[in-house]
Every structure is written in structure tokens, then in C-alpha cells.
């Protein structure tokens, strides 16, 4: 019979696994660790409960403790889920008790803080699941570049998960020159594609025929109605004086319900699934494996990777649709040689299901009576796609609906009670100005904001820092500005701010426009000015004098270059009188401001002038 060791393993290695409870290597660990501690490549495939973490873990716990320790990681662990790689780093934290590792473990659904604070402190052996490695790997707070060994864990759930995209981008961020471990319960063909690009002449160690369970497992199906089920596991966790039951279920409203009915019928209960935070998953499963839980009521989240000693009986509630997952559902029991009870439940639409099941075990599970014989053989309900409409999952989305709603209810009851927002006002209109004593338990009263400054000015201006005090400064309307009035926001006995400076009166320019009208309109208007001399002579005798003006504000000054003159532009032209609707007022200017122009200011620039003697 063949011992650990004589599979060379070192002593301090052979210690921890005699502390840890091994005697005997399994078929799978007979066959993968001297390949793995000889440096070759291993393609693992074996059902789950047959020991692949220690089958893996020895080669790296010897490998590197050869080498001696160091800061950067040297080997990578890359597993589909957060509870198998809790399980793992616990698994070789236990095997390398005795040597100079470290090992560290890293899981997205919680805070990075702690995980890069150990990354920081140097990790030799580090175990990940593929979104938070790479998401740490993207911010720069590891570097694979340095890892000498790759193991692949449940390499067919990855492919399941939708996970083997991100696990092609993990490995090119690895080194060319790495031994490779692979493990798998299935081999389909992407996976096949994925090992002949990975592994180089690998050693192969098959545990078992692929997708066949552990024998020593005792199955039986149950064949009852859907409304029975939960009477059902009641009746044999009874009779069968079960301590310890892991059920599982289809859907995570299913498991939430599952664990409800169970929890109002005396028996205790908790559920773990996705929609779980990983803190009260890891809580709900601490206690189930303390004891303080009965029953563990999970999706097929947990139907990998766990290790949970001594689980006696593992339920379908429902069957699963993927025949492969029935066989690690009930795989959660019967590890390590151990034996194991797996029961499962059928209702008349999940036949299928069962035969598909059977189909893959290439037998038939034993039937089980009882006291809920199936008694409804309608064919189950489909939509419009032809997709079969579960009622058990329709009202646990109803159950979760309703719980939600309660919830909602009574938070907005509790924000909206009269009575509690007579009491805050009152409370508030009670509170003195002074200094607050309160009581023993009272809490402290808020400070009121402090109010923000306002600026002041040595010339008495006043300070109107917002649009509210503008428009409030602002004269009434029955008094309105002149039309022509302008004021400069930045100047006078007012500051405003953007806003205001906006909505201030800005100057009016009046431009003369080339008129629009046709030439016969243009000419009978002639004719009528022509017609009426004594109402013309008036605006004539003005026109003189608004020439006059014009040219004197087109006058240059004194030195300056006198202006290119334009013929022919509107702008240029005198005003006329009569033109349009009614006189058309003179322009305005817009006021001058006191500091000069940059193109009257004078020369900075003094000349230079070169003196030769």
C-alpha cells in the first residue's frame, strides 16, 4: 500500500499531513505529486472529493521551500470561486505549517485594503479568483512576471462561469517558462483547446472515468408534487435524525424560501447565494460548519469546491438542468472515502431532468416512498419562446416582492409618522439659543452652519455678492432706467457678481441697415416727402448738424494715422431723416473707460540707438 512517504515528500510536509489527518494518498495524489515535484506539467482529471488540493499543494509547498523564500509571488492559484479559494489558502496554510512560506488569498465582493496591504508585505504562494486578480493586476498592485508555478483549478467551471476569457488574459500576463497544473472533473472540447495551448508534455493523472460520481454515495430520488417538497425534507431530516444537510435549489428567491419555511417550522436554516454579500456568506457557512446551522439551503454557487467534513446528506430540491451538475451537487458528501446519503426531489415537469440524469450515470437511481406520493401529472407551463415556466420560481419572486414592499413600507411609515415629525419640530422650537445642557443619552445639538463672510470695501461700496441681492438693489419697475443708460458692472457703488453681470443693462447700438423695401416703394415715399415741403425743412435743417457731430466723432486724433476710408458700407453712411419708421435716433457711443487701450498706450519698447565715436 502505498504511503505519502514514499511519493518523496519532505519531512516537515509529512508531519503537517499526519497532523492534518492524512494516512493514505488517493488516486489522484498518488499520481500528481511526484509528477508535479519533478517539475513536469499535470493534467488532473478527477471528481470532485478526491483530494486535488493536496494533490496540487505538496509540489508547491516543496518547490518553493527549496528555493528558499522571497518577496515576489511565485506561484498561482486561479480557482472559479470565492469559497474554494478561501478553502484552499486554508488547506495550504495547514500543509505548510511547518515551513517559511507565506500565502495569501484574494476575492473580489470585498474591500482590496487588506488584500493589498499583505500584497505589499510579500506573498509567496497566492490563491485568486480571476476578477479580482486581474482588477489588482490593472491598478499595479501585483506582478505576475515572477511566478514559477500555474495551477488551474475546476477548469470546467470556469468554462461555465463565463470566467475562461479572463483566464486567457491571466495567463499572458505569466512568464513563458512555468510548470502548469490543470485539474478538471470534465474535459469538454474548449477545455481541450485550452491545455493543448498551456500544458507542454504533460503527465496525465484521471482519478476516475469522466462525469461518473463516488460510488460509495447512497442516491435516491423521491418522485413528489411540487407543493410537498418542503414537507417532504422535512419528514426524512426527522426520521433519518439528520445533524448536518446541505439543500440545494434552483434559483436564489427558491433558496431564500426554502430557508424561510424551514426557519418558521422549528428547524434552522440559512441561505448562501450570489445575491449574498461575501461576509454573510462566509458567516452562514461558519455556522454550518460550527453547528449553529442545520440546514444550508444553496444555488449551485456551493456545488464546488466545498469542504465540509462530515456532511452526511446532501437534497435536491430541485434538479438541475446540466445533468454534470447533479454529479458535484451530490459530490459534497462522501469525501475522503467517507460515506454519503444524496436524495433528491422530482416533480412531474422535472422527469426530464431525471432521465437526463440517469442517461449519465448510465443507471437508474433507486426510487424512495414515502407519505407525499405525486398525485399532479400536468405537463408544465411554457411562454411564448417555448421556455418552461417554473411555479416554484414565480413564487419565490412573489414572496421576494412582497417582503421587499413590507420593507419599503415601513421605512417610509417610520421617515413619514406624524408624530415623529411633530416631535423633531417641537424639539427644535424648544431648544434655547444659549448653551445647550442636555441630559445623560441626549445627543448634542448640531451646530449651525457658519454663514460665509461677506467682502467689504474701503470706498463704501456695497457688497452685492448674489443674484438675489442684485435684483433686490435693483430700482422698481414703475421707474424704469433710461433706455440709453449704461453701467459698467465692475465700476461704481456695486459689486455683482457673474450672474448678475449678465442680466445688468448693457448699452444700446443702433446700426443703420440698408432698407429692405423695393425701389417703387422707395419712390413714391419721394414723391410724398416731395409733396409735403413744410413738414421736411424742420428734420432738413437738423441734418446738418448730426453730420456735423458724426464727423467729429469719425475725426482722427491728434497724431494718429488718418483711417482708410470705405465707400459704400451702411455703416459709413450720414443719417438720413425720414428713413424707415419714424427717425432713426443718432448712435451712441459706448462710455469710455479710464484705463487706456492697449494700442494707445505708449511704447514700451524705447529705441536703441548705436553711437559710434
Known amino acids: 500500500m502505498t504511503s505519502f512517504a514514499s511519493l518523496g515528500i519532505a519531512e516537515p510536509i509529512l508531519s503537517a499531513l499526519?497532523?492534518?489527518?492524512?494516512?493514505?494518498?488517493?488516486?489522484?495524489?498518488?499520481?500528481?505529486?511526484?509528477?508535479?515535484?519533478?517539475?513536469r506539467d499535470v493534467l488532473g482529471s478527477a471528481q470532485t472529493g478526491t483530494g486535488k488540493t493536496c494533490a496540487f499543494g505538496v509540489p508547491i509547498l516543496q518547490r518553493l521551500a527549496q528555493a528558499?523564500?522571497?518577496?515576489?509571488?511565485?506561484?498561482?492559484i486561479l480557482t472559479p470561486t470565492r469559497e474554494l479559494a478561501i478553502q484552499i489558502d486554508d488547506n495550504l496554510h495547514a500543509y505548510g505549517k511547518n515551513l517559511p512560506l507565506t500565502e495569501a488569498v484574494i476575492f473580489g465582493g470585498v474591500g482590496q485594503t487588506p488584500q493589498v496591504e499583505q500584497l505589499k508585505r510579500g506573498v509567496d504562494i497566492l490563491t485568486a479568483t480571476p476578477g479580482r486578480l486581474l482588477d489588482l493586476a490593472g491598478q499595479g498592485y501585483l506582478d505576475l512576471s515572477g511566478v514559477?508555478?500555474?495551477?488551474?483549478?475546476?477548469?470546467?467551471?470556469?468554462?461555465?462561469?463565463?470566467?475562461?476569457?479572463?483566464?486567457?488574459?491571466?495567463?499572458?500576463?505569466?512568464?513563458?517558462?512555468?510548470?502548469?497544473?490543470?485539474?478538471?472533473?470534465?474535459l469538454p472540447p474548449e477545455i481541450m483547446d485550452l491545455v493543448d495551448s498551456l500544458l507542454h508534455d504533460p503527465v496525465r493523472a484521471a482519478a476516475a472515468p469522466v462525469s461518473t460520481p463516488v460510488e460509495i454515495i447512497?442516491?435516491?430520488?423521491?418522485?413528489v408534487d411540487r407543493g410537498n417538497k418542503t414537507n417532504l425534507l422535512l419528514e426524512i431530516l426527522q426520521e433519518e435524525n439528520v445533524t448536518n444537510a446541505l439543500v440545494f435549489t434552483r434559483t436564489k428567491h427558491g433558496a431564500d424560501k426554502v430557508a424561510r419555511d424551514l426557519n418558521r417550522r422549528g428547524v434552522t436554516a440559512a441561505a448562501i447565494h450570489g445575491n449574498k454579500s461575501q461576509t454573510a456568506r462566509q458567516e452562514s457557512l461558519r455556522k454550518f460548519k460550527a453547528g449553529e446551522v442545520r440546514v444550508l439551503v444553496a444555488t449551485d454557487i456551493a456545488a464546488r469546491g466545498l469542504d465540509i467534513e462530515d456532511l452526511a446528506y446532501v437534497f435536491n430540491y430541485n434538479l438541475s438542468e446540466v445533468p454534470e451538475t447533479y454529479i458535484h451537487r451530490i459530490g459534497r458528501t462522501?469525501?475522503?472515502?467517507?460515506?454519503?446519503?444524496?436524495?433528491?426531489f422530482c416533480d412531474y415537469g422535472e422527469m426530464p431532468m431525471l432521465r437526463d440524469i440517469e442517461k449519465l450515470l448510465k443507471k437508474p437511481i433507486p426510487r424512495r416512498s414515502h407519505n407525499y406520493p405525486m398525485e399532479v401529472f400536468?405537463?408544465?407551463?411554457?411562454?411564448?419562446?417555448?421556455?418552461?415556466?417554473?411555479?416554484?420560481?414565480?413564487?419565490?419572486?412573489q414572496a421576494a416582492r412582497e417582503k421587499n414592499a413590507a420593507r419599503k413600507k415601513q421605512q417610509q411609515a417610520a421617515q413619514a409618522s406624524p408624530a415623529a415629525v411633530q416631535a423633531a419640530q417641537s424639539v427644535q422650537a424648544e431648544a434655547p439659543k444659549g448653551k445647550h445642557r442636555r441630559g445623560k443619552g441626549e445627543a448634542a445639538p448640531q451646530p449651525a452652519p457658519a454663514e460665509k463672510p461677506r467682502r467689504t470695501f474701503p470706498h463704501g461700496k456695497q457688497n452685492l455678492g448674489n443674484l438675489e441681492d442684485f435684483l433686490a438693489a435693483q430700482p422698481a419697475a414703475e421707474a424704469p432706467a433710461p433706455a440709453l443708460h449704461h453701467r459698467d458692472p465692475l465700476e461704481g457703488d456695486v459689486?455683482?457678481?457673474a450672474t448678475a453681470r449678465l442680466l445688468a443693462a448693457k448699452p444700446v447700438y443702433h446700426y443703420y441697415k440698408p432698407s429692405s423695401k423695393s425701389a417703387s416703394h422707395r419712390k413714391r415715399g419721394k414723391e410724398k416727402k416731395a409733396a409735403q415741403?413744410?413738414?421736411?425743412?424742420?428734420?432738413?435743417?437738423?441734418?446738418?448738424?448730426?453730420?456735423?457731430?458724426?464727423?467729429?466723432?469719425?475725426?482722427?486724433?491728434?497724431?494718429?494715422?488718418?483711417?482708410?476710408?470705405?465707400?459704400?458700407?451702411?455703416?459709413?453712411?450720414?443719417?438720413?431723416?425720414?428713413?424707415g419708421r419714424g427717425r432713426i435716433p443718432p448712435r451712441v457711443e459706448p462710455p469710455k473707460s479710464h484705463q487706456k487701450d492697449s494700442t494707445e498706450q505708449k511704447s514700451l519698447m524705447k529705441p536703441f540707438y548705436i553711437e559710434h565715436d
Open 18 to 39: 499526519t497532523d492534518y489527518g492524512y494516512e493514505i494518498p488517493t488516486v489522484i495524489q498518488e499520481k500528481a505529486i511526484p509528477a508535479g515535484l519533478a517539475g
Open 68 to 76: 528558499g523564500p522571497g518577496k515576489a509571488i511565485r506561484a498561482l
Open 148 to 186: 514559477e508555478i500555474f495551477v488551474l483549478d475546476e477548469a470546467d467551471r470556469m468554462l461555465d462561469m463565463g470566467f475562461i476569457h479572463d483566464v486567457r488574459r491571466v495567463i499572458r500576463l505569466l512568464p513563458q517558462k512555468k510548470q502548469t497544473m490543470f485539474f478538471s472533473a470534465t
Open 218 to 223: 447512497r442516491q435516491e430520488v423521491c418522485l
Open 334 to 344: 462522501g469525501r475522503a472515502g467517507k460515506g454519503g446519503t444524496a436524495i433528491s
Open 378 to 397: 400536468e405537463a408544465p407551463k411554457k411562454d411564448a419562446k417555448g421556455r418552461v415556466v417554473n411555479p416554484e420560481d414565480a413564487e419565490a419572486r
Open 495 to 497: 459689486v455683482m457678481d
Open 533 to 579: 415741403p413744410e413738414q421736411a425743412a424742420p428734420k432738413a435743417a437738423k441734418a446738418p448738424k448730426a453730420a456735423q457731430a458724426a464727423q467729429r466723432r469719425q475725426a482722427p486724433k491728434k497724431g494718429a494715422p488718418a483711417p482708410a476710408q470705405k465707400t459704400g458700407g451702411p455703416l459709413n453712411r450720414p443719417p438720413r431723416p425720414g428713413r
